[in-house]
């Protein structure tokens, strides 16, 4: 079975300070895996075998592909360029130097994929990073990509927010990128987010906003930019009014941006529809169903 070896898994939490989560975890995780029914499950786990002895890059490249569609990159694997959907880099560069530095911190990351940007939280120098995302696909993705690379101190886990451990309070910084506005109760995903901090702790936050001064919400009726699992959308002052109503205080805006075609696209390796096709071809500044074109908001809030 392809899953995260128990000694990596381990490894992480001890550095986390969370060596008594190995137990549950492990079992959450093994039950997680041997209860898929995904019908390309068993595919995926030889892809991984075959990764391990791959002997060419020509090789490690079409064993690569049938893990598509990737949507986080892209990643340098050797000789191969995994062209993801989503330019990940660009997003990280917003992040990393607004963020309080990460040296020697212990991170969540909710919501991880395939653990891109828990690998370059390790590189700003981060003790050791959780990651957790329920698509198994995903997780599988970040198993192939650690099998080419040394060890290092991340593991990513098919689980949810609400799987972890009780009585939490354990990380230093936890991040919530991309996540916010698929949840159904956006203030239960933010108290349960500030359950995770230590005190004095740091939420970094990434999500869609709708643009106007005023405190508001909206809930498409059906989707927007053809996603069927986006619930609700706020303006910056009703995200700010969220986080407060959770418990955050010192809450800042770091960045705010236009997704544009550069960041999120088709490639080879993520074929499928993607920004092009959820806006209007006669006014990209709306979504195919009249919406405002996706802004994304980065967010730092404390835990007090």
Not at 116 to 123: D, F, K, P
Request: net charge negative.
């Amino acid at each position: 079975m392809s899953v995260p070896d128990t000694a990596a898994l381990a490894d992480v939490l001890e550095k986390l300070r969370l060596g008594h989560w190995l137990e549950p975890l492990r079992a959450l995780q093994n039950e997680r895996f041997s209860a898929s029914e995904h019908g390309d499950f068993e595919r995926w786990q030889a892809v991984i075998a075959q990764l391990r002895s791959a002997s060419n890059d020509a090789e490690r490249r079409a064993l690569l592909l049938q893990l598509a569609p990737w949507r986080k990159g892209p990643f340098d694997i050797g000789g191969v360029h995994i062209d993801a959907e989503w330019r990940s880099d660009l997003k990280w560069r917003r992040v990393e130097d607004a963020i309080a530095p990460l040296t020697g911190r212990h991170v969540l990351d909710v919501g991880c994929g395939n653990g891109y940007y828990a690998l370059r939280m390790v590189e700003r120098g981060a003790a050791a990073v959780l990651g957790i995302d329920p698509t198994l696909l995903y997780v599988m993705q970040f198993l192939a990509v650690t099998a080419q690379l040394p060890a290092t101190p991340v593991a990513v886990l098919p689980l949810r927010l609400h799987e972890l451990p009780d009585a939490c309070h354990a990380f230093d910084t936890t991040f919530s990128m991309g996540v916010l506005y698929h949840q159904r109760s956006p203030l239960e995903h933010l108290r349960q987010l500030r359950g995770t901090l230590r005190r004095g702790g740091q939420l970094v936050l990434e999500t869609i906003f709708i643009p106007g001064e005023e405190s508001r919400a909206c809930t498409p009726p059906d989707r927007y930019a053809r996603m069927k699992n986006v619930w609700l959308l706020p303006s910056l002052a009703e995200l700010s009014t969220w986080l407060r109503r959770s418990g955050f205080r010192d809450i800042e805006v770091i960045d705010t941006s236009i997704t544009t075609s550069e960041e999120q696209r088709s490639t080879e390796w993520m074929s499928f529809e993607s920004l092009a096709d959820a806006l209007d071809p006669e006014d990209p500044t709306r979504t195919v169903e009249g919406w405002p074109a996706p802004r994304r908001v980065i967010a730092t809030a404390m835990a007090p």
